[in-house]
């Protein structure tokens, strides 16, 4: 979510931990046409502080679909699991890349649950994807 205000210094600070890149769907700020946001992860309706444990950079659109979500369905055993947190849990413990690199797979209920919820595979970040592995720049090392 949105809406506090975001010393300067600590956007920095997010922005170079997350490798200038959405901490979810991995799409590069660099290359995007959009802005990218810094996004609570818990949400400050819910009690979420503006400090850099319970920030992530996101791309609008993860940002937007999260919104003010906490958890979501995992579609292939419609149970509720915890969205993906990047403070505490690693990315490449929940999410791989598909064999021509263009879409993400979840590789744990909750990465599953995440991708459905925020969309990662919505078609224009397909071809955003495509796009950047035609330049040689994708998919980027993540931890
Ligand atoms: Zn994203």
Same mark, same amino acid.
């Given at each position: 979510m949105t809406g506090a205000y975001i010393p300067l210094a600590l956007r920095a600070r997010v922005i170079k931990r997350a490798a200038s890149? *959405?901490?979810? *769907?991995?799409?590069p700020a660099r290359y995007s046409p959009e802005v990218f946001e810094i996004e609570h992860i818990l949400p400050l309706a819910t009690?979420?502080?503006?400090?850099l444990d319970n920030l992530a950079l996101a791309c609008p659109a993860c940002n937007r679909y999260k919104g003010s979500r906490q958890s979501a369905t995992d579609p292939q055993t419609g149970n509720e699991f915890s969205i993906f947190n990047p403070r505490v849990q690693r990315w490449s413990d929940h999410f791989l890349w598909s064999d021509d690199l263009c879409e993400i797979i979840g590789a744990t209920p909750i990465g599953r649950a995440t991708i459905d919820a925020l969309r990662m595979n919505r078609p224009a970040v397909k071809n955003f994807r495509a796009a950047l592995k035609a330049l040689g720049i994708h998919p980027a090392l993540v931890g």
């Amino acid at each position: 979510m949105t809406g506090a205000y975001i010393p300067l210094a600590l956007r920095a600070r997010v922005i170079k931990r997350a490798a200038s890149r *959405c901490e979810y *769907c991995q799409s590069p700020a660099r290359y995007s046409p959009e802005v990218f946001e810094i996004e609570h992860i818990l949400p400050l309706a819910t009690g979420g502080k503006t400090m850099l444990d319970n920030l992530a950079l996101a791309c609008p659109a993860c940002n937007r679909y999260k919104g003010s979500r906490q958890s979501a369905t995992d579609p292939q055993t419609g149970n509720e699991f915890s969205i993906f947190n990047p403070r505490v849990q690693r990315w490449s413990d929940h999410f791989l890349w598909s064999d021509d690199l263009c879409e993400i797979i979840g590789a744990t209920p909750i990465g599953r649950a995440t991708i459905d919820a925020l969309r990662m595979n919505r078609p224009a970040v397909k071809n955003f994807r495509a796009a950047l592995k035609a330049l040689g720049i994708h998919p980027a090392l993540v931890g």
